[in-house]
């Protein structure tokens, strides 16, 4: 009997022996295996907190124009931006312990697991925010072991990396409330039309209640079920801590205002402008199609709605319903190149073509100020004459020949002023300066004006003959608008990523690519075709718009066979329109030739009817004096038009015009009579 149990006590010993050495064995492996994913989790690093978010777009007044999303609202807020009332309501019914665990609730966790035990299956949840939060961002949301075990080494590395606060800030922007939306933010503003920090308890509460099953919970699903989930998560606050029963009560039965209506649920504004600034952000900026879709950037753009909105109403108001002849339309602040409007078409659903960026076309005459800039530049002014006259060209080279036409094949058959043949845009006298000049010189030119298609090497270049685009045209003559200083077109001032940090932001040049004395020239130049003065031959181009005009205006129109063009500023403003059809067709109807002009400034007059009208100052190195304009001399006292002219300083003209000698007929001036004074006694009592 002693020996049995002798021999019983010895192999309970060896049993025990061997429990021991497997439990330690078993607890030196987890212990290894712990500490091995600690350190993997640690050589991993800080998981990446993306999540897809809706891109905004900016006016310059800060108004949302525009947003891109996958049907997903989702707006990034801080923390301190959260009203603590949701902070509280979410801590109490998701996760107590929060900032107490290290990002798993071991009692929790040990309930849930009984319970699946128990089922046979994952019928139960115990995940803390962490865990939700590693779900939300990496992992699909089906219950299995193997979706389980990655949710938790996910949920090791944020806690590992990330403290408390950027958690839960990353939680509350992300969990989803129905109805598209996904975060506390666009939450706020779809059920209550409010900002996620001005939530009230009451409403807090009930927001708080929805993630939990967004499809019973919401209140637009069903409000009673909706009202006892609140009052659990009001139960729970208390309970731990957060409120008392008197404000529980008072949050309980409080009315609340629902919206049902996401922030920027009615959008379009400018679809034409937002299409060129998401190309800028791709090609300009190098941002990646995903991240201007779903990478929750801030785009603050240059565009001023007021202006936007008479751009688009002007061209519909003026160009006929029936008619199908397209715009494009570009205006700019010439002092730092912002567009503040642009138009790329008259229907953007039936045709997202951008006119404005996309479209090159022919400008026409709108190509002489260039041309005439180079010329000053060469020893030209505004004086200097040559014959306008049906001219053909012979070249040598390949015994070509080129004969440019004037308007109505009309000419003056005489000199005249490089002034007087940029307001009547004679074509002759401009072939002639580009020869002159060298066919090479428009084209360098054309570079500094910021044009960037290419300029075909030809005669008839001076005319306007390769093609060019809108925003590009708009942009050359802000150069001459600003005195010379380089501006590129901007459309984006700055963009802020997800979390508000400024990852781009727009800075000026201060580069003079033109020389200011000759741009003021050219800008007064350009005043001509409003100034009757400057009549000969032909009327200046802009007569028809002068009577509609309240200020001054620099300008030149442009007109080939299949478009039509206009383009002019003032000190403060450029803006370009350019018309015609798509597909090329010849422009033939007498208002449909008029359409660029009136837009042009119908534009102008109420984008400027509230600034001062102001005059184009002289810059230093010019002069202004009074010329002749038919011959570009100095005026005399008998010649009966008088223009004053601006000339670079030492380029004006010295010989005074002799013309119009004898002209005036002059009357012998015969002595006043003297009338006889009467006594004062006569002025008195009369004769």
């Not at 050219?522 to 005009?549: C, P, Q, R, W």
């Not at 010849?586 to 102001?614: G, H, Q, R, T």
Request: with cysteine; charged share 25%; hydrophobic share 35%.
């Amino acid at each position: 009997m002693e020996l049995m149990t002798d021999q019983r006590f010895r192999k309970t010993i060896k049993y025990l022996r061997a429990l021991i050495f497997f439990g330690l064995a078993g607890l030196a492996l987890a212990t290894v295996l712990y500490f091995s994913l600690i350190g993997y989790a640690k050589l991993q690093g800080p998981p990446e907190l993306a999540v897809p978010q809706s891109t905004l777009y900016f006016s310059d007044d800060g108004t949302v124009i525009g947003e891109s999303n996958s049907g997903q609202k989702r707006y990034w807020v801080s923390l301190k931006d959260i009203s603590p009332h949701l902070i509280d309501a979410t801590i109490s019914i998701e996760d107590k312990s929060f900032f107490a665990h290290n990002g798993f609730d071991y009692k929790r966790i040990a309930g849930a697991a009984l319970a699946d035990v128990k089922a046979m299956s994952k019928v139960q949840g115990a995940s803390t925010i962490t865990q939700q939060y590693a779900r939300n961002l990496y992992l699909a949301h089906e219950k299995t072991w193997k979706r389980k075990a990655v949710e938790a080494f996910y949920t090791l590395r944020l806690e590992m990396n990330y403290s408390k606060d950027e958690i839960l800030e990353g939680y509350l922007n992300t969990i989803y409330y129905g109805n598209g939306a996904y975060g506390v933010q666009a939450a706020s503003r779809y059920y209550f039309g409010k900002d996620a920090k001005d939530l009230s308890l009451a409403e807090a509460s009930m927001l708080a209640g929805i993630p939990k099953g967004p499809n019973i919970y919401s209140p637009f699903a069903s409000m009673e079920k909706a009202k006892q989930r609140q009052q659990t998560v009001l139960y729970t606050m208390k309970a731990n801590g957060f409120i008392d029963e008197l404000t529980a009560e008072k949050a309980k039965i409080e009315k609340l205002q629902l919206v049902g209506k996401h922030q920027h649920g009615q959008l379009g504004s400018a679809p034409y402008f937002q299409d060129a600034v998401r190309n800028a952000l791709k090609n300009s900026l190098n941002f990646d199609d995903r991240t201007i879709s779903l990478g929750g950037l801030k785009v603050y753009t240059t565009l001023n709605l007021e202006q936007q909105e008479i751009a688009e109403k002007t061209i519909s108001n003026m160009i006929s319903s029936d008619s199908e002849i397209q715009a494009g339309f570009v205006a700019m602040n010439p002092k730092n190149g912002y567009v503040k409007a642009l138009v790329g078409g008259r229907n953007y659903e039936e045709s997202p073509f951008n006119r404005a960026v996309q479209a090159v076309r022919q400008p026409g005459s709108t190509m002489k100020p260039l041309l005439y800039y180079a010329a000053l530049e060469n020893g030209f002014t505004p004086s200097t004459t040559m014959k306008s006259q049906l001219t053909t060209f012979m070249f040598d080279d390949d015994r070509s020949e080129y004969t440019p036409h004037n308007f109505n094949n009309k000419y003056a058959n005489a000199d005249i002023t490089m002034a007087q043949a940029l307001a009547v845009s004679d074509n002759v006298y401009a072939v002639k300066t580009h020869l002159f000049l060298g066919e090479e010189t428009l084209i360098e030119t054309a570079k500094r004006f910021g044009i960037t298609t290419k300029m075909e090497k030809v005669p008839s270049l001076a005319l306007g003959t390769s093609g060019v685009r809108v925003i590009e045209m708009a942009n050359a003559y802000s150069m001459l608008a600003n005195g010379g200083k380089k501006v590129a077109p901007v459309l984006i001032k700055r963009v802020e990523n997800h979390r508000g940090d400024v990852i781009y932001e727009y800075q000026p040049e201060d580069a003079e690519v033109l020389k200011p004395e000759v741009a003021s020239v050219m800008t007064h130049m350009l005043t001509g075709i409003f100034d009757k003065k400057l009549n000969g031959y032909a009327s200046v181009t802009g007569s028809t718009l002068i009577k509609k005009m309240t200020r001054p205006y620099a300008a030149k129109s442009g007109t080939t066979e299949t478009d039509s063009w206009m383009i002019g500023y003032t000190p403060q403003l450029v803006s370009a329109v350019w018309t015609g059809y798509d597909k090329g067709k010849p422009i033939e109807l007498p208002v449909e030739k008029s359409y660029a002009k009136n837009i042009w400034l119908d534009f102008m007059e109420k984008a400027l009817d509230n600034e001062p009208a102001k005059k184009f100052k002289a810059a230093k190195g010019t002069v202004a004096v009074y010329v002749d304009p038919a011959n570009g001399k100095l005026a005399a006292d008998d010649c009966p038009v008088k223009r004053l002219t601006y000339f670079q300083t030492g380029t004006e003209p010295t010989e005074y015009c002799t013309d119009h000698l004898g002209d005036v007929e002059f009357k012998e001036e015969k002595p006043e009579k003297k009338k006889e004074k009467k006594p004062w006694y006569k002025r008195l009592f009369g004769n």
